[in-house]
């Protein structure tokens, strides 16, 4: 006698759920069987806010961080914010963790990664360019890396720091309080200001 499982589309959808990050086996079949029993309602609305995700938000052209289409970027936009300082970073969701800090009041630069010839990564995948343009074009006077302190993230920051140096801009990155091996995900704010304030210049 065949083994007794979900209906066909209950196991697509947990192994859709299944292949968001955070989310195992276990987790994705609660979450999947509780939206069957108990969350239909909810269920159709997420698929709504799921579908406005995709039409109504976009990445800033220039640094990088979510905004709504047509809108202009929060922070490019604001005028308020020193733009002889980009603090530069692997993801977009990075910059809100430095900004719940209160540390920093610059520019950021989302680098989309981190080179890694594991994952066959290269300087050409990760938005490297576009950050040499916005640093010559705004004249920037300091680049501080906010990168993880793990290999590909020191291998990341020491190539685009050579790459910054003939520009004569000063280049640091994130020191005191940051674990080693760490990445900003796993950072409470108190040690991304300490980080913030502790940088020390690379080379």
Not at 12 to 38: C, D, F, N, Y
Not at 91 to 108: M, W
Request: proline share 5%; with cysteine.
């Amino acid at each position: 006698m065949p083994a007794i499982d979900y209906p066909a589309p209950i196991q697509r959808l947990i192994l859709q759920l299944k292949s968001l990050p955070g989310l195992g086996p276990r987790s994705a079949e609660r979450l999947a069987v509780w939206l069957m029993t108990h969350g239909a309602d909810r269920a159709e609305t997420l698929g709504e806010q799921l579908k406005h995700l995709r039409h109504d938000v976009e990445a800033c052209p220039e640094c990088g961080f979510f905004m709504e289409k047509g809108a202009t970027c929060l922070l490019c936009g604001n005028e308020k914010r020193n733009a002889k300082l980009m603090c530069v970073v692997e993801q977009a969701s990075d910059i809100l963790r430095l900004e719940r800090s209160g540390a920093f009041h610059g520019l950021y630069h989302v680098l989309g990664g981190k080179l890694s010839p594991l994952d066959n990564v290269t300087p050409e995948d990760l938005r490297i360019e576009p950050l040499l343009h916005r640093v010559r074009e705004l004249h920037v006077e300091e680049v501080i890396f906010a990168l993880g302190s793990d290999v590909e993230g020191e291998a990341t920051s020491s190539v685009i720091a050579d790459l910054l140096r003939p520009a004569g801009v000063a280049v640091s990155r994130l020191a005191q309080g940051m674990p080693a091996g760490g990445a900003l995900d796993h950072v409470d704010e108190l040690t991304l200001y300490q980080a913030l304030q502790g940088r020390r210049t690379l080379g």
